[in-house]
């Protein structure tokens, strides 16, 4: 059997988006997102708040950075990473989520929705490729068949 390390998220910034650099030049854009769940607490609904760090690297963070701004909704694919330290002596651990995809939704002060890949650059390939940049609409696939005014296509394709 294989392992598996996969997370997808919808929130909302919870602050702005930190950018800083590693030592060998390695840009890392941190910023963390409020998730909100809804569990029954007797004969009524409530809604529960969950928090958790991203973390997007390179030159996908350097770009991301001026449009993750506090209360923003995105989307994000990615896979949890664990950080351990010491501390004082002590064992610490912090668990955070590396973005492969993000997409930017509605909220904040931008309302287009955007694919942006983040992650670890990968040198085997050309990074403009891998994303929309900011500003840009994202293309409408294209499922062949003749197009309907409604944006179906008449063939799908299952």
């Known amino acids: 059997?294989?392992?598996?390390?996969?997370?997808?998220?919808?929130?909302?910034?919870?602050?702005?988006?930190?950018?800083?650099?590693?030592?060998s030049g390695?840009?890392?854009?941190?910023?963390?997102?409020a998730v909100?769940?809804?569990?029954?607490?007797?004969?009524?609904?409530?809604?529960?708040?969950?928090?958790?760090?991203?973390?997007?690297?390179g030159r996908q963070g350097e770009s991301l950075h001026p449009y993750l701004v506090k209360g923003k909704m995105i989307a994000v694919d990615g896979e949890l990473r664990q950080d351990r330290w010491q501390q004082?002596?002590?064992?610490?651990?912090?668990v955070e989520i590396v973005a492969n995809l993000?997409?930017?939704?509605?909220?904040?002060n931008s309302g287009d929705r955007q694919n942006?890949?983040?992650?670890?650059?990968?040198?085997s390939y050309n990074?403009?490729?891998?994303?929309?940049?900011?500003?840009?609409?994202?293309?409408?696939?294209?499922?062949g068949g003749s197009s309907r005014g409604d944006g179906f296509a008449d063939d799908i394709p299952f």
């Not at 390695?26 to 997102?33: R, Y």
């Not at 004082?88 to 912090?94: F, L, M, P, T, V």
């Open 1 to 23: 059997m294989v392992d598996l390390n996969h997370v997808v998220l919808i929130g909302r910034l919870t602050r702005e988006a930190e950018l800083k650099y590693t030592a």
């Open 26 to 33: 390695q840009a890392v854009c941190k910023f963390s997102i």
């Open 36 to 57: 909100n769940r809804r569990k029954k607490s007797g004969d009524q609904w409530e809604d529960e708040a969950n928090f958790f760090d991203i973390v997007v690297w």
């Open 88 to 94: 004082d002596g002590q064992n610490r651990s912090k």
């Open 102 to 108: 993000l997409q930017l939704l509605g909220g904040g």
């Open 116 to 123: 942006v890949q983040g992650g670890q650059r990968d040198s």
């Open 127 to 143: 990074d403009n490729s891998r994303y929309s940049q900011p500003g840009e609409s994202s293309p409408e696939p294209s499922y």
